[in-house]
């Protein structure tokens, strides 16, 4: 070689022939170094998530552990929300729009004074009323959304026979189907709060609403359903007409005297109640209830037949009604003590014999200036009875006749 190729350039290719694989493995270093960081941003992200879900569950079992201090605070009842602040500050915006996703409960009413009540608390009041110890806890109710219901009854019988094979059939005739309207009053109850007591969320104002309502309802249709004059109120069974047995005809109601002014008679003085027992129809008997007030009660518990064992025998379950001959016997405070010519105890079925009629909405009108400074809550509903069928009621009356 002379000393000129000597000094003659290499070609770079020659000298490092491995450079390719070095940037190739270069290339795999940084992208593992950088796919290292990434799996390390990852896994920290899932840990602060995770921290963070626990503290919200904690958040949560502390919020279930704490009392609730306002059923409107439920965030899933928007009509509770609304009618709280209705009730409490008369926020009418909150009502508006707002649409109860209940039966029967879906509009409000604004343009006719006040409000619907909403579904918790109506339910609340109809589970008091239906509780209640009145004649609506064995009648017949009906929900209605006219002003009327009416009950038809029919007093004839089809006419029935044996036929050849051959043989003519005789068409049925003298039906005779009578109409019993049953009119629907308005019944209210006008509780009062002061606005103090309504500032404060811890007052449970739907409860005590209901509550108020509800006592104030019971006791108003428990004495119409019995005594009631059908004069803006429903019409009770005992202010029907009322004739002896044997000459009872329908549109009033027949009764069995005791043969004692003012008491039981002196000798077999059971023997009254199983003859109204007996004067009722066989076909109404099987669901026969006597209803009579507590002093009654007391007397009548006392009684034993010629055997020497007692008619009246009580509940053998909680909640199970005591019974009379064998029949359940429904206290209602708002029958006739025992006295000289009075009915203090019927007879009869009740689910047949007399109907309740209501709508089922329920309204409530806040005024806070008639009786400043309380406030004014006035509540209303419709409800309406009547006797439905006179074959299915008996009295016990307590006279010589």
């Known amino acids: 070689m002379t000393q000129s190729d000597a000094s003659c350039p290499v070609p770079q290719a020659a000298v490092e022939p491995d450079l390719p694989v070095a940037e190739v493995k270069a290339a795999v270093a940084g992208f593992l170094s950088e796919f290292k960081a990434f799996q390390d941003d990852i896994q920290v992200s899932l840990q602060q998530q995770e921290e963070r879900m626990t503290m919200l569950d904690r958040k949560h079992a502390q919020a279930v552990t704490r009392p609730v201090l306002s059923r409107a605070d439920d965030a899933g009842a928007p009509h509770l929300k609304a009618f709280d602040a209705y009730l409490r500050s008369g926020d009418e915006n909150a009502m508006r729009g707002l649409e109860f996703e209940t039966k029967g409960l879906n509009t409000q009413v604004a343009g006719e004074g006040g409000y619907l009540v909403d579904p918790q608390t109506a339910e609340t009041i109809r589970g008091v009323l239906h509780g209640a110890a009145s004649i609506r806890a064995i009648a017949s109710v009906v929900t209605v959304e006219a002003t009327s219901f009416d009950v038809l009854v029919d007093h004839s019988d089809v006419a029935s026979g044996w036929a050849s094979e051959t043989g003519a059939v005789v068409e049925s005739t003298g039906h005779a189907i009578d109409r019993i309207p049953v009119r629907l009053h308005e019944l209210s109850a006008m509780p009062k709060?002061?606005?103090?007591?309504?500032?404060?969320?811890?007052?449970?104002?739907?409860?005590?609403?209901?509550?108020?309502?509800?006592?104030?309802?019971?006791?108003?249709?428990?004495?119409?359903?019995?005594?009631?004059?059908?004069?803006?109120?429903?019409?009770?069974?005992?202010?029907?007409?009322?004739?002896?047995?044997?000459?009872?005809?329908?549109?009033?109601?027949?009764?069995?005297?005791?043969?004692?002014?003012?008491?039981?008679?002196?000798?077999?003085?059971?023997?009254?109640?199983?003859?109204?027992?007996?004067?009722?129809?066989?076909?109404?008997?099987?669901?026969?209830?006597?209803?009579?007030?507590?002093?009654?009660?007391?007397?009548?518990?006392?009684?034993?037949?010629?055997?020497?064992?007692?008619?009246?025998?009580?509940?053998?379950?909680?909640?199970?009604?005591?019974?009379?001959?064998?029949?359940?016997?429904?206290?209602?405070?708002?029958?006739?003590?025992?006295?000289?010519?009075?009915?203090?105890?019927?007879?009869?079925?009740?689910?047949?014999?007399?109907?309740?009629?209501?709508?089922?909405?329920?309204?409530?009108?806040?005024?806070?200036?008639?009786?400043?400074?309380?406030?004014?809550?006035?509540?209303?509903?419709?409800?309406?009875?009547?006797?439905?069928?006179?074959?299915?009621?008996?009295?016990?009356?307590?006279?010589?006749?």
């Open 193 to 401: 709060a002061s606005q103090r007591l309504l500032d404060d969320s811890a007052f449970d104002i739907e409860g005590w609403l209901a509550a108020r309502i509800a006592g104030k309802f019971a006791r108003a249709e428990a004495k119409a359903f019995i005594d009631g004059d059908g004069d803006d109120k429903p019409r009770g069974f005992l202010d029907h007409p009322k004739v002896a047995e044997d000459s009872w005809s329908w549109g009033s109601l027949g009764y069995i005297a005791t043969g004692n002014n003012g008491d039981f008679a002196t000798t077999n003085a059971a023997d009254s109640i199983v003859d109204l027992v007996y004067a009722l129809g066989a076909g109404y008997r099987a669901n026969g209830t006597f209803v009579m007030n507590s002093k009654t009660a007391g007397a009548v518990r006392k009684m034993k037949d010629a055997d020497g064992r007692f008619l009246w025998s009580d509940g053998l379950a909680a909640g199970e009604p005591a019974r009379l001959m064998g029949y359940p016997v429904l206290i209602a405070e708002d029958m006739p003590d025992i006295a000289s010519g009075s009915y203090a105890i019927a007879f009869g079925d009740f689910g047949a014999g007399y109907t309740i009629a209501e709508r089922p909405d329920m309204r409530v009108l806040r005024d806070p200036f008639s009786a400043k400074p309380h406030v004014l809550f006035y509540a209303t509903k419709r409800v309406g009875g009547d006797v439905s069928d006179f074959k299915a009621i008996k009295l016990l009356r307590f006279s010589q006749d």
